[in-house]
């Protein structure tokens, strides 16, 4: 659902002339990452204690979100700012793929059944806007008598 949040506001902002800045959608993801995160936390019950979070694994837990979730979306944002919003939703969307995918290949992971719904439904979001994509471009194209 946030994919589909941000490709909507970032072709909301592109029609309007003014791709977002890598930098400020890096750190809005870093931002909303990092609330979500902490709702969950303090959501869902666990007994993990506040020690827990001090010293190295402070550092390490900060590491991995710098290196994990900054750095990429910083990555993420640059390569994608000169392409259409279709393309980066589609990339986007096929992240967790991959990622299942080289788990399983790779790391010889098994694929959990639950996993299945959310499949078709990527793959089902990724047909309908590359319909929709091929659709406007042909509606685009001029009419030759």
């Known amino acids: 659902m946030l994919t589909a949040l941000y490709v909507y506001l970032y072709r909301h902002v592109a029609n309007n002339l003014s791709a977002p800045e890598p930098t400020s959608v890096t750190l809005m993801t870093f ?3 990092s609330v979500v995160l902490i709702a969950i936390g303090c959501l869902v019950p666990t007994n993990v204690s506040l020690a827990t979070f001090s010293g190295t694994n402070l550092l390490i837990f900060v590491g991995l979100a710098i290196l994990c979730t900054a750095i990429p979306s910083f990555a993420f944002a640059f390569a994608s700012e000169p392409l259409p919003s279709v393309v980066t939703a589609t990339i986007s ?4 793929l991959f990622a299942g995918a080289f788990a399983f290949v790779i790391l010889g992971e098994n694929v959990p059944l639950t996993a299945i719904p959310g499949t078709v439904l990527v793959v089902a979001g990724i047909v309908l806007i590359l319909r929709q994509n091929n659709q406007i471009r042909v509606s685009e194209r001029p009419i030759h008598p």
Do not use: E, S
Not at 93 to 96: A, D, G, M, V
């Open 31 to 33: 931002a909303l990452g």
């Open 93 to 96: 969307l096929l992240i967790p």
